[in-house]
């Protein structure tokens, strides 16, 4: 499937990621209740595996080291509504945020301009970063690469502008996932005959967002970051997607604590999110 950069534009200008799956936030986009709306929902979605025991943990502290931020120069590719790029700025870290989108780009300002955060919000390609190289202590992207054009000319583009030995976070999709093969291949592909004629990463394509989203196997990715040290992987999932639906209402029934520990071991390897955590070398 060949997709532009204008075709993304297009798709997240008219759809900003805002959690709102069910359609229940009723602010008018770019007000103080609807950020707040918003990102209860990224916070409550994210608790497992980012703040399990929030407010008392910060958001995303599993993933984020908040203190080691302070006076870090970070980059942000793909702003969304700019929660992780205030919370960034809010530990102290000079950040820079980019949006392939217009939309994103004046909904990140407007909620900058009411919590009075100071981030630099600029509409860019995040295949043509208009960045000198080795300007950033670190990179942070949360779903965005993987709906790139160009996935691999982005990661070149962040190693360009790391200095070495630069930190690089990012969340992409999981191929090997329960919601890839179970809830694509099986209910999509089998179920409803998407697979006759259709590719499995078609299929997918079909009830996931963006105008493309690609998948990684551990492997895959191990592979596109080749040019960094080894990465350290880790397998996310959101909160309020069992692992097997059939399977956890019947463990439930027979032992709560039994479901809610398969739902975990699953998680921790059929996850829809792949984290990865890595570095420019040094030389």
Same mark, same amino acid.
């Given at each position: 499937? #060949?997709?532009? *950069? *204008?075709?993304?534009?297009?798709?997240?200008?008219?759809?900003?990621?805002?959690?709102?799956?069910?359609?229940?936030?009723?602010?008018?986009?770019?007000?103080?209740?609807?950020? $707040? #709306?918003?990102?209860?929902?990224? =916070? $409550?979605?994210?608790?497992?595996?980012?703040?399990?025991?929030?407010?008392?943990?910060? %958001?995303?502290?599993?993933?984020?080291?908040? @203190?080691?931020?302070?006076? @870090?120069?970070?980059?942000?590719?793909?702003?969304?509504?700019?929660?992780?790029?205030?919370?960034?700025?809010?530990?102290?870290?000079?950040?820079?945020?980019?949006?392939?989108?217009?939309?994103?780009?004046?909904?990140?300002?407007?909620?900058?301009? #009411?919590?009075?955060?100071? /981030?630099? =919000?600029?509409?860019?390609?995040?295949?043509?970063?208009?960045?000198?190289?080795?300007?950033?202590? @670190?990179?942070?992207?949360?779903?965005?690469?993987?709906?790139?054009?160009?996935?691999?000319?982005? /990661?070149?583009?962040?190693?360009? /502008?790391?200095? %070495?030995?630069?930190?690089?976070?990012?969340?992409?999709?999981? !191929?090997?996932?329960?919601?890839?093969?179970?809830?694509?291949?099986? #209910?999509?592909?089998? /179920?409803?005959?998407?697979?006759?004629? !259709?590719?499995? $990463?078609?299929?997918? *394509?079909?009830?996931?967002?963006?105008?493309?989203?690609?998948?990684?196997?551990?492997?895959?990715?191990?592979?596109?970051?080749?040019?960094?040290?080894?990465?350290?992987?880790? =397998?996310? @999932?959101?909160?309020?997607?069992?692992?097997?639906?059939?399977?956890?209402?019947?463990?439930?029934?027979?032992?709560?604590?039994?479901?809610? !520990?398969?739902?975990?071991?699953?998680?921790?390897?059929?996850?829809?999110?792949?984290?990865? $955590?890595?570095?420019?070398?040094?030389?």
């Amino acid at each position: 499937m #060949q997709i532009s *950069q *204008q075709d993304n534009a297009s798709w997240w200008n008219a759809r900003p990621m805002t959690y709102d799956w069910d359609g229940v936030i009723a602010a008018p986009p770019g007000t103080p209740e609807f950020f $707040e #709306q918003s990102d209860r929902r990224a =916070i $409550e979605a994210h608790r497992p595996f980012g703040h399990p025991a929030y407010p008392a943990d910060p %958001p995303y502290s599993r993933l984020i080291d908040w @203190q080691g931020a302070r006076g @870090q120069r970070i980059l942000e590719i793909g702003c969304g509504l700019g929660l992780h790029a205030t919370l960034f700025a809010s530990a102290g870290a000079r950040v820079v945020t980019m949006d392939l989108t217009e939309t994103a780009v004046k909904l990140t300002r407007a909620r900058c301009s #009411q919590k009075g955060i100071a /981030v630099g =919000i600029v509409r860019a390609d995040g295949e043509r970063l208009p960045y000198p190289a080795a300007c950033f202590d @670190q990179v942070w992207s949360w779903g965005v690469i993987h709906h790139s054009a160009n996935t691999p000319a982005i /990661v070149a583009e962040i190693r360009r /502008v790391l200095r %070495p030995g630069g930190l690089f976070r990012a969340m992409v999709y999981h !191929r090997r996932s329960v919601r890839y093969w179970i809830v694509g291949g099986l #209910q999509h592909g089998l /179920v409803r005959g998407k697979l006759l004629t !259709r590719t499995l $990463e078609e299929v997918n *394509q079909t009830f996931t967002d963006g105008a493309i989203a690609r998948h990684y196997t551990v492997s895959e990715a191990r592979e596109l970051l080749g040019e960094f040290e080894p990465p350290r992987f880790r =397998i996310l @999932q959101e909160a309020g997607s069992e692992a097997l639906p059939k399977i956890s209402p019947l463990l439930r029934r027979i032992s709560p604590a039994l479901a809610k !520990r398969f739902d975990a071991w699953v998680n921790a390897r059929f996850g829809w999110f792949l984290f990865w $955590e890595t570095r420019k070398p040094a030389a």
